[in-house]
């Protein structure tokens, strides 16, 4: 489309900017707090939080605490919250059986959020690393992370998380194949109206290190994740992803990290259409904190600034540990 354009002064472009109302009116995009998903970090424990050094103002909660969060949620209208375990180092091992429990931290959190507060749709996160004695997101054998028996054990975690109440499934591990292999096994055993988020281009970043804190993976971690997340050099390949996990069932995808990641944003959402997500990942969180901290920034308009841009990258919603505190902002 070329934009038409009568010459100044017949034209004056900033008469849609004098005053609040008018810029309203000519507002390209808006931000809700329908378009959050909170992402909300669990642990054992009863009545305890647990702050996260690296994330100030963010917590690992107890369950308990977990469903004060997701009455919170729903109060300020964010109709999703996403669940990240802290797993006791006692239940890691090298093939992850804890992933698939049923009275795993994760599943029971699910089954409390979704008693407690029906009315919210509770995401989890299908991957190893909260698991796995290595930090990985898939099984480790003899130095490679191997992809077709993680695809097994995911669709085993999958499964358990489908059965204890989780509306959406997060996909983050970027295993070849395992979008199909879980919709599958939904379709077979009666989980067909369970939704995929799929992390569809899941990029190999810096960005994650204060999450690695937060579920108590970075000690564990051996090597690197290069093998299987996406070199931050690449757009063509990010397409190539999201293609094969819509076709495999994907309902949804999702770009990760956010900010750094808004061109991958653009065109996914311009090439297929589809539900599009991005998360606004801890490194982005911290960042913006610190600077706001140190009084360098508006922190809040800053925070609101920053969620803007994912709305006019095409996003249909941010998963932002944020979320609370901008819905508070728009709720006013």
């Known amino acids: 489309m070329t934009p038409i354009v009568a010459p100044t002064p017949l034209s004056r472009l900033r008469r849609l900017r004098r005053t609040p109302q008018l810029r309203a009116l000519a507002q390209e995009n808006t931000l809700s707090p329908a378009d959050m998903i909170w992402p909300v970090f669990v642990m054992d424990g009863d009545d305890h939080a647990e702050p996260i050094p690296s994330m100030p103002g963010v917590q690992r909660l107890s369950i308990d605490r977990a469903v004060v969060a997701a009455k919170e949620a729903a109060s300020l209208s964010i109709p999703v919250i996403c669940l990240f375990p802290y797993t006791d180092s006692s239940v890691k091992a090298e093939f992850c059986e804890e992933a ?12 409390a959020i979704k008693d407690a507060v029906p009315g919210i749709a509770v995401m989890t996160d299908v991957a190893l ?5 290595n930090g990985h997101d898939g ?21 358990a998380q489908a059965e204890a109440g989780a509306d959406i499934l997060g996909p983050s591990d970027m295993m070849d194949g395992r979008i199909g292999a879980i919709r599958t096994a939904l379709e077979e055993n009666g989980y067909q109206d369970t939704a995929i988020l799929s992390y569809a281009a899941k990029y190999a970043s810096s960005f994650y290190g204060p999450f690695r ?24 390949e990010a397409l190539r992803l999201v293609a094969r996990d819509l076709s495999e069932g994907a309902d949804m995808v999702m770009v990760k990290p956010g900010l750094p990641y808004l061109d991958i944003c653009r ?13 606004q990942v801890s490194g982005e969180y911290a960042m913006i904190r610190a600077a706001g901290q140190q009084g ?37």
């Open 139 to 159: 099984i480790v054998r003899d130095g490679v992370i191997v992809n077709d028996e993680t695809v097994e054990a995911l669709t085993r975690m999958a499964l």
């Open 100 to 111: 698939w429990n049923p009275d795993n931290l994760s599943n029971r959190a699910t089954r």
């Open 213 to 236: 804190d937060a579920v108590g993976a970075s000690g564990a971690l051996t090597g690197d994740k290069k093998t299987y997340q996406m070199n931050p050099a690449n757009s063509d």
């Open 129 to 133: 690393d909260p698991y796995n004695a």
């Open 296 to 332: 360098w920034i508006n922190e809040d308009a800053v925070m609101m600034e920053s969620l803007m841009a994912f709305k006019r990258a095409g996003c249909d919603g941010v998963l932002s540990y944020f979320a609370p505190r901008v819905a508070k902002i728009l709720n006013e």
């Open 267 to 279: 065109r996914v959402k311009d090439e297929f259409g589809a539900p599009t997500y991005a998360y």
